[in-house]
């Protein structure tokens, strides 16, 4: 049996995971200074270099910020950072239709259960909230930037309904990364008013308390964005 090959880690990476540790321990709060880099050098016995870019990998993690002159700083890590880290991933698989199919079978599961949650907890305010993210989009019909906006607005109204800053994080940046998608696809003839007509069937699942019709609504809603896409794509 072949043994699985284990990797050394990197002196930056041991200083990192250190500094991690202490940070998810509770050893430093948001806002407490780190040492200073001559006090990590000595004490982990590096040079300034391993020292640097194991506080701009604590960096990049959302655990420090950094500036200037001064020793880096905890900070509270927000979903926007860990989403923010995806990013560059996320486009390199959207290089590749394969990774294309793959993000829109994600926003499907992902916005499906969004509005099934809506349907079975949205408050009054909630309702009317989307409903106002409803007439906007139906107010800029007509002006594909405002009505492109509007489209994202009413979509990410069901995220905020969740009340979970992964949520929204999530659904900004699957919005973000098929953003071509929705560019070609509402420019399609017939397509912007196919999703009002569909919007408009997502609200009114949601306003009647229906997590089925609303979960249909959505599926029909995502399934028609896509087949519009392979069609453009295609050249068809």
């Known amino acids: 049996m072949k043994r699985p090959v284990i990797r050394r880690r990197k002196l ?53 910020a950094q500036n200037s002159g001064e020793p880096a700083r905890v900070t509270k890590p927000t979903a926007e950072v860990l989403i923010g880290e995806l990013s560059g991933a996320a486009r390199a698989l959207l290089a590749d239709p394969e990774g294309v199919r793959q993000f829109q079978d994600a926003r499907m599961l992902f916005e499906t259960a ?5 349907a079975a907890n949205a408050t009054d305010d909630d309702v009317k909230m989307l409903s106002e993210a409803l007439e906007a989009n139906k107010r800029a019909v007509g002006t594909p930037l405002n009505f492109e906006r509007t489209d994202v607005e009413f979509h990410y109204v069901l995220a905020v309904i969740a009340q979970n800053q992964i949520l ?16 070609i696809s509402n420019a399609y003839p017939g397509a912007t008013a196919a999703a009002i007509a569909a919007h408009t069937r997502i ?14 609504a959505m599926r029909d809603h995502l399934s028609e964005v896509a087949r519009t896409y392979w069609e453009v794509k295609a050249g068809r």
């Open 12 to 64: 930056y990476e041991e200083i990192a995971a250190e500094f991690e540790r202490r940070i998810v321990e509770g050893d430093y709060a948001p806002g407490d200074q780190l040492p200073s880099e001559r006090k990590i050098m000595e004490e982990f016995g590096t040079g300034r270099p391993a020292v640097r870019e194991a506080l701009f990998a604590l960096s990049k993690m959302g655990l420090v």
């Open 168 to 183: 929204t994080a999530l659904h900004e940046g699957l919005l973000e990364w098929l953003s071509e998608q929705r560019a």
């Open 114 to 118: 969004l509005v099934r949650e809506a």
């Open 203 to 216: 609200f009114e699942a949601i306003a009647a308390r229906d997590a089925d019709a609303a979960e249909a």
